[in-house]
Nanobody, 116 residues
Framework: QVRLVESGGGLQQPGGSLRLSCAASGFTFSRYGMRWYRQAPGKERELVARISEGGRSTNYADSVKGRFTISRDNAKNTLSLQMNNLKPEDTAVYYC?????????WGQGTQVTVSS
């Protein structure tokens, strides 16, 4: 079955960096676009970034453009999100996501907290 496991979250000061990872299994990773979402307390889940199957096409939310970079390693079935110049408003639970056979699959999420 499809399994997504996020890691790499934690507490970071404003201006700092974190790198999130998502280990994928249960489907042919290299054939599917992948996404990172986040959900802050009291807010709806929002799309942060997405990447095409081969990794050549990426898109970002305006709020993270120029600071976050999504990437993937199809040989290792791993999705990553490099987050630089973190801001307090980046505080949220981050989820990786795949739409596989018309269903949305989510990991358990990883908490990112940006605070001084």
């Amino acid at each position: 079955q499809v399994r997504l496991v996020e890691s790499g979250g934690g507490l970071q000061q404003p201006g700092g960096s974190l790198r999130l990872s998502c280990a994928a299994s249960g489907f042919t990773f290299s054939r599917y676009g992948m996404r990172w979402y986040r959900q802050a307390p009291g807010k709806e889940r929002e799309l942060v970034a997405r990447i095409s199957e081969g990794g050549r096409s990426t898109n970002y939310a305006d709020s993270v453009k120029g600071r976050f970079t999504i990437s993937r390693d199809n040989a290792k079935n791993t999705l990553s999100l490099q987050m630089n110049n973190l801001k307090p408003e980046d505080t949220a639970v981050y989820y990786c996501n795949v739409e596989y056979l018309l269903f949305d699959y989510w990991g358990q999420g990883t908490q990112v907290t940006v605070s001084s």
